[in-house]
């Protein structure tokens, strides 16, 4: 059974700090993402990894960064919280190539301040 | 730029009736289409792939090129079948084949 985790199920921040989002995968997955959740617009990727150390901008990448040095393990950066960046945060991992089922974690609900 | 249309943002039905989630999607090339599910305090998880051309949970999607269409039906809708539905879309081709675009949802809530 994947098990996607998420480090933290509810956080919160205060403008200006520096935010570390974890997400680890115990499926040998290449794939890797971060995604956010807002209502109404639905899930936005924000950054993907096919592979240690690759990353790839997803769709709305500005104020965020990310880090994968180990193959089970994605982190989301956020180098300076904004309010704007209030959402919940969703984590995913596939196999590698195309056409593969993305598994997600239970999500991190971030508030900032 | 792909693009997946999911037209309601709220569905509501009762129990017993049939239901459809409309999900259109723009894309000149030919996409592979997902609905995923997420039902109250659970994770997102897959409901069904139109490659796979399976029933799931006694749901069924027919991907419909001419009408760019991958409309998700139920003949009889069940109270557990109240979650949020996201339609998705794959691109079968280029450098980015195993990204993911999602369509803003629809909660479907199931009236006794």
């Known amino acids: 059974d994947v098990k996607v985790t998420q480090s933290s199920r509810y956080l919160v921040k205060r403008t200006g700090e520096k935010v570390f989002l974890e997400c680890v995968q115990d499926?040998?997955?290449?794939?890797m993402f971060w995604y956010r959740q807002d209502p109404g617009l639905g899930l936005r990727l924000i950054y993907f990894?096919?592979?240690?150390?690759?990353?790839e901008k997803g769709d709305i990448p500005e104020g965020y960064s990310v880090s994968r040095e180990k193959k089970e393990r994605f982190s989301l950066i956020l180098e300076s919280a904004s309010t704007n960046q209030t959402s919940m945060y969703l984590c995913?991992?596939?196999?590698?190539?195309?056409?593969?089922?993305?598994?997600f974690g239970p999500g991190t609900r971030l508030l900032v301040l | 730029a792909q693009r997946v249309t999911q037209p309601e943002k709220l569905l509501s039905v009762f129990k017993g009736a049939p239901v459809e989630l409309k999900c259109n999607y723009s894309?000149?090339?030919?996409?592979?289409l997902f609905w995923y599910v997420q039902y109250s305090r659970q994770r997102l998880q897959l409901l069904l792939r139109h490659i796979s051309r399976e029933s799931i949970k006694g749901f069924t999607a027919d991907l419909n090129k001419g009408e760019t269409s991958f409309h998700l039906k139920k003949p009889f809708a069940q109270e557990e079948d109240s979650a949020m539905y996201y339609c998705?879309?794959?691109?079968?081709?280029?450098?980015?084949?195993?990204?993911?675009?999602f369509g803003k949802g629809t909660l479907l809530t199931v009236n006794p």
């Open positions: 995913a991992s596939s196999l590698g190539g195309g056409s593969k089922t993305q598994y």
């Open positions: 499926m040998d997955h290449e794939n």
């Open positions: 998705a879309l794959r691109l079968n081709s280029g450098g980015s084949n195993y990204k993911l675009t």
């Open positions: 894309y000149s090339g030919s996409p592979e």
């Open positions: 990894s096919y592979d240690v150390k690759m990353k």
